[in-house]
């Protein structure tokens, strides 16, 4: 009597039960990817007639996507398409994982449960937190610094106007009062006035306020103040670098910003003369193209300014890219850094590593590196994280099966013990 085929059975079905139990406990892992087991009949030789029975032939994983779930924390990832992240133990070995729940640590890496680096695109200064993200070139693990934004000085100014062309010369002009930067009072008249904020070098807001004054057919006069402030201004005039004149075609187009063109116009407030309270002179060019004069009511139609105050780190936000972005108290954005993504020609030959990571093997071919939603590569959602992709149902059901296979391959053995007492007992 033969006892191996039925040994064989036991031992298949053993390792089949192993992998669905495996599956069951990880039905609640994220990014959790499910195995199954692969047989192969076993015959001694070509001739041969009678198999030996059952051998495993391998354990292959299912890498299908599983069911993304929102939990609403920033940091919590998930990749909706093809690709692994790329993380870096602490000693330096590259594994690759779906699970997609980070943290920060004390220094501001993106790691994972078990301090895992995630790895991406860095900046191009290292000594520079606010330079540039370059895509390209060697992974480097992912760090949100908590540096305070810098205050940037006011450099360009774009507004559009309409000024209105019913207005009549001299008729109706109104009265604002400003100082003449030597504490002595003086009243501007002005048909329109408009004011806006710019920030000087220490980020400190600075109201700039452009009175205007029709002064004849398609013309108009213009004086700026800073924080109520027009140094030098007489009711004669003003000095030149805190007016303009503008000048309209018969369209109502800007032809002309005082210098025989439509440039943006150099405006300077000088510390010596305006109240900057140690900060460096305000220089700026105030470009005021697209401002139109047509008869109706005068108003500023847009404005943006390049200035800002300094801000502190108040919150990240993950792009669909995988573009990490800082977000400051000041409104800015800066970006940190960007998630690679890394996709293999046979990920069924990934190596599991534990930890819900995996290592490269030479049955899976080279890592390709790329950022989320270009080429074969997902996109990253925020604030989502991708469920195990194991059927619980299912397993369920394989597990009946694989528990009723090895019962019968039990009973194989059974079978085989009392035909073999029968021929003893002969």
Known sequence: MSFSQALSGLRAQSESI?????????????????????????????????????????????????????????????????GFYRLEKPGGEVVYSRNGQFNQDENGFLVNGTGQFLTGYGLSDANDPFSEVI?????????????DIPANETAEVSAI???????????????????????????VDFDF????????????ERTITTYFQKTGDNQWAAWVALDGVINGYTAAGAPGNS??????????????????NTDPIPLTFQAANYALDGAEDLDFELDLVGTTQFSNDSVQNSLTQDG??????????????GTVTRIFS????????????????NPEGLQPDG?????????????????AGTGVFGTIASGVLENSNVELAQQLVDLIVSQRSYQANSSSISTQDELLQTVINL
């Open 18 to 82: 192993k992998v669905i139990s495996n599956n069951i406990a990880n039905s609640q892992t994220v990014g959790f990817k499910g195995a199954d087991v692969l047989f192969s009949d076993v015959f001694a030789g070509a001739a041969s007639k009678v198999g030996l029975g059952v051998a495993v032939a391998g354990v292959v994983q299912d890498f299908r996507s599983g069911d993304l779930e929102n939990t609403g924390r920033e940091l919590d990832l998930a990749i909706a398409g093809q």
């Open 135 to 147: 895509p390209g070139g060697a992974p480097q693990r992912l760090q949100i610094t908590s540096d």
């Open 161 to 187: 106007y309409n000024l209105d062309a019913s207005t009549e010369t001299g008729v109706n002009l109104q009265t604002a009062t400003v100082d003449d930067g030597a504490g002595n009072q003086e009243d």
């Open 193 to 204: 006035s408009s004011s806006f904020t710019a920030f000087d070098s220490l980020g400190n």
């Open 243 to 260: 007016t303009f004149d503008l000048t309209f075609d018969s369209s109502g187009i800007l032809t002309d910003t005082g210098a025989g």
């Open 308 to 321: 800002y105050s300094s801000g502190s780190l108040v919150g990240i936000e993950i792009q669909e890219d």
């Open 330 to 345: 000041n409104e800015e954005r800066r970006d940190a850094g960007q998630i690679v993504l890394t996709n293999f020609i």
């Open 355 to 371: 930890d819900n990571a995996w290592r490269q093997t030479s049955t899976s071919g080279e890592p390709v590196l790329g950022a």
